[in-house]
């Protein structure tokens, strides 16, 4: 049984940074992108970062180019989300994901449902202006 542990998230002022970071455990995901989607009230589940196994690839949405930088440590069976300037609209339930298969693309893993994959039970960032 693969479970997908995430933490890191907190309350922080806009202009602050926060790491999260999303522990593996019952077996290795070998060959698995990794990604991080959030979800902020009444919005959407919404695809933020998603990384290649070997961390060749890196997709990042728009709104957080520039801001967020997404690697992992398949050592540690652990992907990171760096998040810096953060904003108001940042505020979100972050979730760690990893798809059904292994060898999706990180781009691909956009299309992913809640009903599909893997998925953490995800972790509260709350920014202030």
């Known amino acids: 049984q693969v479970q997908l542990v995430e933490s890191g998230g907190g309350s922080v002022q806009a202009g602050g940074s926060l790491r999260l970071a999303c522990a593996t455990s019952?077996?290795?995901?070998?060959?698995?992108?990794r990604g991080w989607f959030r979800q902020a009230p009444g919005k959407e589940r919404e695809f933020v970062a998603g990384?290649?196994?070997?961390?060749?690839?890196?997709y990042y949405t728009d709104s957080v180019k520039g801001r967020f930088t997404i690697s992992r440590d398949n050592a540690k069976n652990t992907v990171y989300l760096q998040m810096n300037s953060l904003k108001p609209e940042d505020t979100a339930v972050y979730y760690c994901?990893?798809?059904?298969?292994?060898?999706?693309?990180?781009?691909?893993?956009?299309?992913?449902?809640?009903?599909?994959?893997?998925w953490g039970q995800g972790t509260q960032v709350t920014v202030s202006a």
């Open positions: 019952g077996r290795t995901l070998f060959g698995y992108a």
């Open positions: 990384i290649t196994w070997n961390s060749g690839l890196l």
């Open positions: 994901a990893a798809p059904q298969k292994p060898w999706t693309t990180a781009q691909a893993m956009g299309t992913m449902t809640p009903q599909g994959g893997y």
